[in-house]
Every structure is written in structure tokens, then in C-alpha cells.
């Protein structure tokens, strides 16, 4: 059983990551470019849409204290009592559009208006329109106010006055509204854009990880998958290949959007005003410290997380395959409270991440606020003493009230590009397992193998020196049928691994047809061997998918051809949809003979030169054996057939028998000459006869 507490360490990897993921990016780099271009004019856009605003409030709502000038028909903007009036001109030349000028005053509840002001009157009454007034008299129909060198009168507006006086500040107010709105437009267009390319892009990066992984995991050898839970192994392909499907298709690019922001966002209030941007950034370095430790705590946390969860999927990889075992023990409990344990220890790692998270969402919020609250403290106080525009204020609370969620967004997106890391270690430490089974550059390409088989000399051992084949040597002529027998470990299955190149020896030779098999590429091996094995596998699919293992060149005439020679047919004509059957994962539907029947199919469609089988009656009843034995003689016909069986009545038909112990070939000949010399093959016979009486 696996150990659920820890994920076992493939490797240590220590390769090039940011270059390699950099890599898969590059086919798609028009594309992270454009991206980025998209990313830069809604970081634009966003920073100029508060300035929008706060053009509406000064120029056109705060504006009414904006001088006025008397000028000529063409130039004007409005026309009241007479006179054609405009705010359009050149304050430091005003004499260019005429020398009279008018000027508007808000007492809090009224407007007014006076007229006939030359220059330097127009400048002493924006500066009272400006500040409050100083109100030396009021009437119903007027008001006078006090100026530094003498006294003003103003007319009250009545409603329509003020809409013909307002209607060039009304007509900006609409000119920026509708701004705003292509603004808006502009904005969701391509934010709508960006993350359509980003997603899409994503998503065909992570098309090619995963394909390109799992086509990397078919190429290592048996040895790998033997020292591997088949749980780790999924949890690379699937959960990790997902975490950088985040970081290519939200992080990269966001995180350089977030970076312009915050830069983008300091710079402009800088420029508006230095000290309400210091007060507005008063707060920063607390920012930068809980940043800090946020990213460092959420990232120790994060690969904990993914260690416990590969660990927990390989748990369940093993035993949801071995419940038939857990059942038959009564072992449900035991094993529930273990896996009970597990999840309760993922479970408290999820809670401290989402105590970390909980921790600083609301403190960054907080932050936020109380800078928001600095700001408007501060803000009114200047808006107040006439220092600073509401415009502006407006502009800086907009500002302070965004500048905290890029830097919220920034620690986050740090935080997942940090575990997109640690899971691209992972991968990349998998994709980094090289095939010990290598494969020479200029190969030995036989014309037609003939079945010729030759074991010289050969020392194997699966692990270091510990030998379970040891000077082994025989020859299997093309077209023999040979067996082997012998004990539970003698070395007969690592016979048929080492003849498909499924392991290296270590020392000796294997020959095919005379030439080493080092020499030959491992599909010419394995294309000219078909396999039958005690352990059948059946694929989620159907009968005939299962037959073809999705090999296109077997054709359906084929396919029933293989199923009527090995007596297969019988059960499948039988089924409701016959080769379209369903078939569940691992054949749970179909008896062990039937499963067994199916293999021996699967196997005669690729017409094997050579056919191997590893105990392939062992799981047959005996009047399914009956039929295979019948099926077995069409099978071996002008084929090298190697065989390997407990039940010795299945294989006294061979031409040789070879007896293995414990690594060494101890007899071979027939069956009958075997029991002539009264050795291991004879003791082995007795024992079976007297076992079945």
C-alpha cells in the first residue's frame, strides 16, 4: 500500500524552469503580445476615466465661476439679454474676444449674475465667486457682495436664466457623458478581447503540457511505473497541468497590468498633487510588509496543499482499484479511518490557507479604507481652504480606492505563480524521466522477422545485483513452441519482459533473428510480438475497441476473423449490441474467461510473428479452457510461440520445455523426455497430479 502521508519524489528537479515555460509560450507570443497591447489601453483607459469625472465636476458642474466674455455671434456660446456671451477664450489675451465680462455667484441657495466688468473687475469677482462670499446686502431680486476695491451687485437668476447661462456648461456635461460612455465601450471591448486571447491561448498551451506529457509517460519504461503510483502520476497530468493553465492564461499578463496600475496610478497623482499623494501613500511600506509575509506564508502553505493532495490521490488510485481485496478482509473501516486522517490533515492545510487569505483580504480592505479616509480628512480640509479642486479630490479618492486592489491582486497573482512554479517542477521533473530503454541512432531494420529467438549468456536483475535471471542461454528456433516452468520467482515472467525490451539486461545477449535486439527499434520488437497475459486489462469503450486498441489498420472483417479463431465469438454474438457492447473500466461486465478470450483476440487481429503467454489459461474455466486450447492450435501455427503455465497439462504439447530455479535453466526437453529424467519437471508433475485428485 502507498504511503498516504507523503508523495513520493520522482526526482529533484533543477533544469531551467522560467525558460521552459517561457518556451511553450512562444508559438502564442503574437498573441501574449497582443494581449499585453489590450492590457495597456485598459490600464490607460481606467486611469483616465476618474479624470473624466472629475472634468465634469470643476469645468462643468463647479464651473459656474468661470468667467464670462462678451464677444461677437460667431464666437458665442450662449446669448442672454442681448449679448453673445462664451467662456472659450485665452485668459492670458481676454481682449481678443471682446472687453466686457460677466461673472456668476452662488450663495448656497441662489444664483446671480452681473454684467459690464472690465478685466481686472472679472478677475476680483471670480476670486469672490471662488471663495464665500462676503455679502454686504440682499434683496429678493439681487445681492451685493464685497470686493477688494469696491462693491459688486449681482441679479438672482431665475430657473430659465440659469438654463440659458448653464447651457454651455450642460452641453460639456453631455459632451463627457457621452465620452464616458464610448469610454466604457472601448473598455469592455477589450477587456472582452484580452481575456477571450489569454483564456484561449491558456488553454492550447495547456493542450500541448498535457499532451505532450502523457505522450512522454508512454514512453517510459515498466521499471518507472513499477516505483510509481499511478495516483502521482495522474495528479501530473491533471491538477498540475491545471495550475499553469492559470498562470499563462490570468497571471503573466495581469500581473504586468496590476504592476502598470499601481506605477500608473502613484505617477498621475503625483503630478496632480505631491502632498495629498503622500498623504494618500502614507500607508505603503505597512502594505509592502504584510505583502511580504502574505506570499511567504501562502506559499509554504500551497505546496504543503499539493503534496498532500498528490499523496491523497494516489490513496485513492490504489485502494478504489484494490476495493474487492478490501472487502474480501473487511478492511472498510481501517481503511476509512485512514483515509479519514489524510483528508482531516488536507483539511486543516486548506484551513490555514484560507485563515492566511481571511487574514489579508480584510486587512488590505482596511488598509484601503483607512487611506480613503486620510485622504478625504485631509482633501476636504483643502477643498475648503481653496487649495485643492473637488475635481481633484474626487480624482484622488477614485485613485486610493483602486490603488489597493492591484496590490491585493498583485500579492495573489505572486502567490499563484509561485505554486504554478512549484507544480511546473513537478512536471517538468516527470517530463525530465529518461527512457532507460534507449534506442540506437541508426537501428538494424529487418526486412520480416522470422521468430528466431536466442538468450546468451543473459544476467537480469531488477534491482542493483540482485539477480533473477543468471547465465541464461537457449535458443528458440522460428516456428518452435517453447515453455517454461518452474517456482514462483524462478525468472519465467522476466523471461517474456526481456524478450519485448520491456528491460534491459545487464549482462549477455538477446538476439531476434540473429541480431541484438539493441540493434532493433522497439516498435519492430514489439509490433512482431503479440502478449497474452494472465492479468487482463479491458479499456472503458466497447468490444471492438477493445479488440482494435484503437489501431485503425484492423479492419471489422479482421477483428470478427480473430474473435470466431479463438472462440470469442460465441459470447460476443451473444451480447445485445455484439462489438458495440459497452464495456465498463477493467471489463467488470465480462467473466474472467470472456476477458481472457478478448485478450486472445486482441492479440491474433496484429497476427504476431511471435506470440508469448504469460499463464493465459490460468483464469479460464475448464470448458472455456477447452476452447481455447482448440483456439491455441490455430494460433501457434507457423508462429514462435513461448509459453509459460503453472498447469503442465496446458504445455506437455511443446516441442521444448525449458525448467528454471531460482535463475537457472536446470532441464529442458519435451515433456516426455522430462519425466524420464526424473528431476525438478517430474517432482513438479507428481505434485500437480496428486494436487488435482
Same mark, same amino acid.
Given at each position: 500500500?502507498?504511503?498516504?502521508?507523503?508523495?513520493?519524489?520522482?526526482?529533484?528537479?533543477?533544469?531551467?524552469?522560467?525558460?521552459?515555460?517561457?518556451?511553450?509560450?512562444?508559438?502564442?507570443? @503574437?498573441?501574449?503580445?497582443?494581449?499585453?497591447?489590450?492590457?495597456?489601453?485598459? +490600464?490607460?483607459?481606467?486611469?483616465?476615466?476618474?479624470?473624466?469625472?472629475?472634468?465634469?465636476?470643476?469645468?462643468?458642474?463647479?464651473?459656474?465661476?468661470?468667467?464670462?466674455?462678451?464677444?461677437?455671434?460667431?464666437?458665442?456660446? #450662449?446669448?442672454?439679454?442681448?449679448?453673445?456671451?462664451?467662456?472659450?477664450?485665452?485668459?492670458?489675451?481676454?481682449?481678443?474676444?471682446?472687453?466686457?465680462?460677466?461673472?456668476?455667484?452662488?450663495?448656497?441657495?441662489?444664483?446671480?449674475?452681473?454684467?459690464?466688468?472690465?478685466?481686472?473687475?472679472?478677475?476680483? #469677482?471670480?476670486?469672490?465667486?471662488?471663495?464665500?462670499?462676503?455679502?454686504?446686502?440682499?434683496?429678493?431680486?439681487?445681492?451685493?457682495?464685497?470686493?477688494?476695491?469696491?462693491?459688486?451687485?449681482?441679479?438672482?437668476?431665475?430657473?430659465?436664466?440659469?438654463?440659458?447661462?448653464?447651457?454651455?456648461?450642460?452641453?460639456?456635461?453631455?459632451?463627457?457623458?457621452?465620452?464616458?460612455?464610448?469610454?466604457?465601450?472601448?473598455?469592455? #471591448?477589450?477587456?472582452?478581447?484580452?481575456?477571450?486571447?489569454?483564456?484561449?491561448?491558456?488553454?492550447?498551451?495547456?493542450?500541448?503540457?498535457?499532451?505532450?506529457?502523457?505522450?512522454?509517460?508512454?514512453?517510459?519504461?515498466?521499471?518507472?511505473?513499477?516505483?510509481?503510483?499511478?495516483?502521482?502520476?495522474?495528479?501530473?497530468?491533471?491538477?498540475?497541468?491545471?495550475?499553469?493553465?492559470?498562470?499563462?492564461?490570468?497571471?503573466?499578463?495581469?500581473?504586468?497590468?496590476?504592476?502598470?496600475?499601481?506605477?500608473?496610478?502613484?505617477?498621475?497623482?503625483?503630478?496632480?498633487?505631491?502632498?495629498?499623494?503622500?498623504?494618500?501613500?502614507?500607508?505603503?511600506?505597512?502594505?509592502?510588509?504584510?505583502?511580504?509575509?502574505?506570499?511567504?506564508? +501562502?506559499?509554504?502553505?500551497?505546496?504543503?496543499?499539493?503534496?498532500?493532495?498528490?499523496?491523497?490521490?494516489?490513496?485513492?488510485?490504489?485502494?478504489?482499484?484494490?476495493?474487492?481485496?478490501?472487502?474480501i478482509f473487511a478492511r472498510e473501516q481501517a481503511k476509512y479511518d485512514q483515509f479519514a486522517a489524510a483528508t482531516d490533515d488536507l483539511y486543516r492545510s486548506r484551513r490555514k490557507e484560507l485563515l492566511v487569505y481571511a487574514f489579508f483580504r480584510p486587512l488590505m480592505n482596511f488598509t484601503g479604507n483607512l487611506a480613503l479616509s486620510i485622504v478625504l480628512y485631509r482633501g476636504a480640509n483643502y477643498v475648503m481652504g481653496g487649495t485643492l479642486t473637488v475635481g481633484t479630490l474626487y480624482v484622488f479618492t477614485s485613485y486610493i480606492r483602486s490603488f489597493f486592489e492591484p496590490i491585493q491582486e498583485l500579492t495573489e497573482q505572486f502567490s499563484t505563480l509561485q505554486n504554478a512554479f512549484a507544480s511546473a517542477e513537478k512536471i517538468f521533473t516527470l517530463l525530465d524521466e529518461k527512457n532507460t530503454i534507449q534506442e540506437k541512432s541508426h537501428p538494424v531494420v529487418?526486412?520480416?522477422?522470422?521468430?528466431?529467438?536466442?538468450?546468451?549468456?543473459?544476467?537480469?536483475?531488477?534491482?542493483?545485483?540482485?539477480?533473477?535471471?543468471?547465465?541464461?542461454?537457449?535458443?528458440?528456433?522460428?516456428?518452435?513452441?517453447?515453455?517454461?516452468?518452474?517456482?514462483?520467482?524462478?525468472?519465467? +515472467?522476466?523471461?517474456?519482459?526481456?524478450?519485448?525490451?520491456?528491460?534491459?539486461?545487464?549482462?549477455?545477449?538477446?538476439?531476434?533473428?540473429?541480431?541484438?535486439?539493441?540493434?532493433?527499434?522497439?516498435?519492430?520488437?514489439?509490433?512482431?510480438?503479440?502478449?497474452?497475459?494472465?492479468?487482463?486489462?479491458?479499456?472503458?469503450? @466497447?468490444?471492438?475497441?477493445?479488440?482494435?486498441?484503437?489501431?485503425?489498420?484492423?479492419?471489422?472483417?479482421?477483428?470478427?476473423?480473430?474473435?470466431?479463431?479463438?472462440?470469442?465469438?460465441?459470447?460476443?454474438?451473444?451480447?445485445?449490441?455484439?462489438?458495440?457492447?459497452?464495456?465498463?473500466?477493467?471489463?467488470? #461486465?465480462?467473466?474472467?474467461?470472456?476477458?481472457?478470450?478478448?485478450?486472445?483476440?486482441?492479440?491474433?487481429?496484429?497476427?504476431?510473428?511471435?506470440?508469448?503467454?504469460?499463464?493465459?489459461?490460468?483464469?479460464?474455466?475448464?470448458?472455456?479452457?477447452?476452447?481455447?486450447?482448440?483456439?491455441?492450435?490455430?494460433?501457434?501455427?507457423?508462429?514462435?510461440?513461448?509459453?509459460?503455465?503453472?498447469?503442465?497439462?496446458?504445455?506437455?504439447?511443446?516441442?521444448?520445455?525449458?525448467?528454471?530455479?531460482?535463475?537457472?535453466?536446470?532441464?529442458?526437453?519435451?515433456?516426455?523426455?522430462?519425466?524420464?529424467?526424473?528431476?525438478?519437471?517430474?517432482?513438479?508433475?507428481?505434485?500437480?497430479?496428486?494436487?488435482?485428485?
Amino acid at each position: 500500500m502507498a504511503a498516504i502521508e507523503k508523495e513520493q519524489v520522482i526526482t529533484s528537479y533543477s533544469g531551467k524552469l522560467y525558460s521552459r515555460l517561457f518556451g511553450y509560450m512562444k508559438p502564442y507570443l @503574437n498573441k501574449f503580445v497582443t494581449a499585453l497591447i489590450l492590457v495597456l489601453i485598459v +490600464s490607460g483607459i481606467s486611469l483616465y476615466q476618474p479624470m473624466v469625472i472629475a472634468r465634469v465636476i470643476d469645468t462643468y458642474i463647479g464651473g459656474y465661476n468661470a468667467p464670462y466674455a462678451v464677444t461677437v455671434d460667431s464666437l458665442a456660446q #450662449t446669448q442672454y439679454e442681448g449679448q453673445y456671451l462664451t467662456k472659450k477664450f485665452d485668459t492670458e489675451r481676454p481682449y481678443e474676444v471682446g472687453d466686457k465680462f460677466a461673472q456668476m455667484f452662488y450663495d448656497g441657495e441662489n444664483y446671480y449674475f452681473i454684467t459690464d466688468l472690465t478685466w481686472e473687475q472679472s478677475l476680483e #469677482t471670480q476670486k469672490l465667486a471662488s471663495d464665500t462670499l462676503p455679502v454686504v446686502a440682499k434683496t429678493e431680486s439681487s445681492i451685493t457682495v464685497q470686493g477688494e476695491t469696491q462693491q459688486y451687485t449681482a441679479k438672482l437668476l431665475n430657473k430659465e436664466d440659469l438654463v440659458t447661462l448653464r447651457s454651455m456648461d450642460f452641453r460639456g456635461i453631455l459632451t463627457l457623458g457621452i465620452t464616458y460612455v464610448v469610454i466604457m465601450i472601448v473598455l469592455a #471591448t477589450c477587456n472582452i478581447a484580452q481575456v477571450w486571447i489569454l483564456q484561449s491561448t491558456g488553454q492550447n498551451i495547456i493542450f500541448n503540457i498535457r499532451n505532450e506529457l502523457f505522450r512522454h509517460v508512454h514512453t517510459l519504461p515498466l521499471r518507472f511505473f513499477d516505483t510509481h503510483p499511478v495516483g502521482q502520476i495522474v495528479t501530473r497530468i491533471t491538477n498540475d497541468v491545471e495550475a499553469l493553465n492559470h498562470m499563462y492564461a490570468n497571471v503573466v499578463v495581469n500581473l504586468i497590468r496590476n504592476t502598470i496600475m499601481i506605477i500608473g496610478y502613484a505617477v498621475v497623482m503625483f503630478m496632480l498633487n505631491v502632498k495629498m499623494a503622500l498623504i494618500g501613500l502614507v500607508l505603503l511600506p505597512f502594505v509592502v510588509v504584510i505583502t511580504y509575509y502574505f506570499t511567504k506564508l +501562502s506559499r509554504s502553505i500551497y505546496r504543503k496543499i499539493r503534496t498532500k493532495v498528490s499523496a491523497l490521490n494516489t490513496f485513492l488510485s490504489e485502494h478504489i482499484s484494490g476495493m474487492k481485496l478490501i472487502q474480501i478482509f473487511a478492511r472498510e473501516q481501517a481503511k476509512y479511518d485512514q483515509f479519514a486522517a489524510a483528508t482531516d490533515d488536507l483539511y486543516r492545510s486548506r484551513r490555514k490557507e484560507l485563515l492566511v487569505y481571511a487574514f489579508f483580504r480584510p486587512l488590505m480592505n482596511f488598509t484601503g479604507n483607512l487611506a480613503l479616509s486620510i485622504v478625504l480628512y485631509r482633501g476636504a480640509n483643502y477643498v475648503m481652504g481653496g487649495t485643492l479642486t473637488v475635481g481633484t479630490l474626487y480624482v484622488f479618492t477614485s485613485y486610493i480606492r483602486s490603488f489597493f486592489e492591484p496590490i491585493q491582486e498583485l500579492t495573489e497573482q505572486f502567490s499563484t505563480l509561485q505554486n504554478a512554479f512549484a507544480s511546473a517542477e513537478k512536471i517538468f521533473t516527470l517530463l525530465d524521466e529518461k527512457n532507460t530503454i534507449q534506442e540506437k541512432s541508426h537501428p538494424v531494420v529487418l526486412d520480416k522477422v522470422k521468430g528466431k529467438i536466442e538468450f546468451k549468456n543473459v544476467w537480469f536483475a531488477y534491482e542493483n545485483e540482485e539477480y533473477v535471471l543468471r547465465d541464461v542461454s537457449f535458443v528458440i528456433n522460428p516456428g518452435e513452441k517453447v515453455a517454461f516452468v518452474g517456482a514462483t520467482g524462478a525468472g519465467k +515472467s522476466s523471461i517474456l519482459n526481456l524478450i519485448g525490451r520491456y528491460y534491459d539486461i545487464q549482462k549477455g545477449e538477446i538476439l531476434i533473428d540473429d541480431v541484438n535486439i539493441r540493434d532493433l527499434t522497439l516498435n519492430q520488437i514489439r509490433s512482431a510480438i503479440g502478449q497474452v497475459q494472465q492479468d487482463v486489462f479491458i479499456f472503458t469503450g @466497447n468490444i471492438r475497441d477493445n479488440i482494435r486498441l484503437l489501431n485503425t489498420d484492423i479492419s471489422q472483417e479482421k477483428i470478427e476473423e480473430s474473435s470466431k479463431a479463438v472462440n470469442a465469438l460465441h459470447f460476443i454474438e451473444r451480447l445485445p449490441q455484439k462489438y458495440d457492447e459497452p464495456v465498463t473500466e477493467r471489463g467488470s #461486465t465480462l467473466s474472467a474467461g470472456q476477458r481472457q478470450l478478448l485478450s486472445f483476440a486482441r492479440t491474433l487481429a496484429i497476427d504476431p510473428v511471435i506470440l508469448v503467454m504469460d499463464e493465459a489459461t490460468a483464469n479460464i474455466d475448464t470448458e472455456t479452457e477447452q476452447l481455447i486450447q482448440d483456439a491455441l492450435k490455430t494460433m501457434m501455427e507457423g508462429r514462435t510461440t513461448i509459453m509459460v503455465a503453472h498447469r503442465l497439462s496446458t504445455i506437455q504439447h511443446a516441442d521444448n520445455i525449458i525448467v528454471l530455479h531460482k535463475g537457472k535453466i536446470r532441464e529442458s526437453g519435451t515433456h516426455q523426455e522430462l519425466l524420464q529424467k526424473d528431476g525438478i519437471y517430474k517432482k513438479l508433475y507428481e505434485l500437480q497430479l496428486y494436487s488435482d485428485r
